[in-house]
């Protein structure tokens, strides 16, 4: 039962209620690991290509990450609702942690050869496998369904700000220092970020009961997608929504930027811009609290056919920078107002499970999407094939919108304040039980 909120101001310079010792935590490590992996990524790419890879290198060595991240995502989120999830998160990082290190160590004293570089990348995919399931069903465990809008907001506002950043830092690091050093970087930053997850307190959330094995666990965390069509629904919407998205900036920008716009560097630009965009579009949802929760989160995915649109055009480098920043805040709007409804709609018990269905369903279609990019584009030309994918984000999310759950979907009121004075405020205890992606 809820204690009684205090009824005094909050003082001034105090942390939020919602923003626990766990909630820090989290927000803490999340930050961490966003720096070094998105500089990570791009040291990555750059290896393969100091390391005599050709272009085909470079997409078996990023193939080889995404594999096993959607392989084992499944396994992921049974084991994380099976198991204390901190424990499945720190092993996770200390699994990427020893990939990328090795990867440093290769890269700083040779020439790596392709299939290690597959093998590191494959055990880092591996590790964010297990990873990411676990930590979002830690994070909605921890915040309570009231605060949880502003919550969700903040958390993702600090993992974009910090993947921003780590992008521009990282990009610098590679130039100047070479990217083993980043990959090394990288390293470190999956060290510190499970030392820290080390110290999250899961004392006041109810034990699970045993369950009946992995495969039972498996069958009761898809009864429970199936069960609700809002959530499959949108899952569908988005495995298309992924797919068509990336094969248009993964595949088809960089392309019109070295042909339209000038080269690399615009391209980049346009990039951080969408960055920017998440930034402001989770600022906006630390106030904007929807009632209708599903409705306002899906009109907001039809603004992602606008970058596949302006690179069809082609935009010039400002159009398509203003484009990419409209999206990028429309999708985390949509992403806080998701992460809200699964808060407040799935049982404690089962959110590792559904984040699990949930995450592979949105990146199953990927690896093909950019697969075929090629061969679609020499079949109808670049520009039909992105308007293709305008069209695509378009016409799925009009059909969400048919589902009614979709339509009617609305923000549940605050559970009713208890009489129970024992137990600590929200502000000082660890993580309230609430009664609950991306893209």
């Known amino acids: 039962?809820?204690?009684?909120?205090s009824l005094s101001p909050r003082p001034s310079g105090?942390?939020?209620e919602w923003a626990g010792r766990n909630y820090t935590l989290l927000t803490g490590a999340a930050v961490i690991t966003n720096l070094g992996s998105h500089g990570a990524l791009i040291a990555t790419t750059w290896a393969v290509v100091e390391s005599g890879g050709s272009p085909g290198d470079v997409g078996l060595v990023a193939a080889a990450r995404t594999l096993p991240l959607v392989l084992f995502l499944l396994i992921g989120g049974a084991v994380a609702d099976r198991i204390p999830r901190h424990h499945v998160m720190v092993a996770a990082n200390a699994l990427n942690c020893l990939s990328q290190a090795v990867f440093a160590f290769l890269v700083l004293t040779g020439e790596p050869k392709l299939w290690q570089m597959m093998l590191l990348t494959a055990l880092c995919g591996t590790g964010?496998?297990?990873?990411n399931p676990a930590a979002e069903g830690m994070l909605m465990a921890t915040v309570s369904g009231p605060q949880a809008n502003r919550a969700f907001a903040f958390f993702r506002m600090a993992m974009n700000g910090a993947g921003v950043g780590g992008a521009a830092l990282g990009g610098a690091m590679v130039a100047f220092m070479g990217p083993g050093w980043v990959l090394a970087v990288d390293a470190a930053a999956f060290a510190v970020a499970g030392a820290l997850r080390a110290f999250l307190d899961v004392g006041d959330l109810a034990e699970r009961a045993p369950g009946g094995g992995l495969l039972t666990d498996l069958r009761e965390g898809w009864v429970e997608f199936k069960s609700r069509p809002w959530l499959w629904s949108i899952v569908l919407q988005f495995s298309v929504v992924v797919a068509v998205v990336g094969a248009a900036e993964a595949v088809y920008g960089p392309l019109v930027?070295?042909?339209?716009?000038?080269?690399?560097a615009p391209w980049g630009v346009a990039l951080a811009f969408f960055g920017l965009?998440?930034?402001?579009g989770a600022v906006l949802m630390m106030t904007w609290k929807p009632r209708r929760l599903l409705l306002a989160g899906t009109l907001c995915v039809f603004p992602l056919a606008l970058p596949a649109?302006?690179?069809a055009v082609p935009l010039p480098v400002w159009g398509l920078c203003a484009v990419m920043f409209v999206s990028g805040a429309a999708i985390e709007v949509f992403g806080v107002n998701w992460m809200t409804t699964m808060h407040q709609e799935i049982p404690e018990?089962?959110?590792?499970?559904?984040s699990a269905y949930d995450w592979f369903g949105s990146l199953s279609m990927l690896p093909l999407a950019t697969a075929l990019a090629g061969p679609v584009e020499s079949a109808v030309g670049r520009t039909s094939a992105l308007w293709g994918c305008a069209g695509l984000v378009i016409v799925v999310t009009a059909a969400v919108l048919l589902v009614p759950d979709v339509r009617r979907m609305?923000?549940?009121p605050p559970a009713p304040i208890g009489p129970d004075l024992s137990k600590p405020s929200p502000a000082d205890s660890s993580p309230a039980q609430p009664s609950p992606a991306g893209v």
Request: overall charge positive; proline content about 6%; glycine content about 14%.
């Open 128 to 131: 964010t496998a297990f990873f």
């Open 14 to 16: 105090r942390k939020p």
């Open 1 to 5: 039962m809820r204690s009684l909120p």
């Open 277 to 280: 965009g998440t930034i402001g």
């Open 257 to 264: 930027a070295l042909e339209r716009l000038g080269g690399a």
């Open 309 to 311: 649109a302006g690179l």
């Open 349 to 354: 018990e089962m959110f590792s499970r559904v």
């Open 410 to 412: 609305t923000r549940k």
